[in-house]
């Protein structure tokens, strides 16, 4: 596989074959939590995006130039944590000062992000999966806007069973999680896609 197929089978697979808020079931708290709302999607959106492609970038250099050459990959968890954490608080910031409304709309969410465990993920995979620096960036940066087509997507289903008005029992939460359960379904419907178109 050459090097620009590689790249377009990391994006392809990270949107929709290994989603990881509906085929691989993480970062589930913040996506249940923002998706009533689709400017609150959309502003949740653009800061996963920015934060996993940010950390993806930052933790391979960390760990390439400073965890390996001095053995320390063991610590790559709690590192990488770390590194979340500091760009979670650079984002908190930025919307604080220049964005209060959205700041104010994401609310708790935001510094949900420090643990959400798929921006965790994708700084791990990288690792594992042995991604160069470019290959790194692409994965965080996809993985991010496949969190966003999930979210954005079942914001407009949430809307739709508002209208619908379910019976008594599934109001709320139950028909909520039964959505979300449909939404990840069709996503598995893309398996085995990546390996056929770039191989």
Sequence with gaps: MSEFSKILFIMFSMVFTENY????FLGICPFLGVS?????CIGMSGAVIFVMTLASAATYAIYQGLMVPFG?????TIIFILVIA???QLVEIVLKKYMKP???ALGVYLPLITTNCAVLAVTLLNISEEYNFIESCVDGFSAGVGFGVALILFCGV?????RAKPPKAFEGLPITL?????????FMGFTGMAENLFS
């Excluded at 808020?21 to 691989?24: D, G, P």
């Design 21 to 24: 808020v509906l085929v691989q």
């Design 36 to 40: 009533q709302n689709l400017s609150s």
């Design 72 to 76: 320390l990959e063991y610590m790559s």
């Design 86 to 88: 500091a760009l979670v």
């Design 102 to 104: 959205l700041y104010n």
């Design 158 to 162: 949430r809307r739709a069973l508002q």
């Design 178 to 186: 039964i959505a979300a359960a449909l939404t990840s379904m069709t």
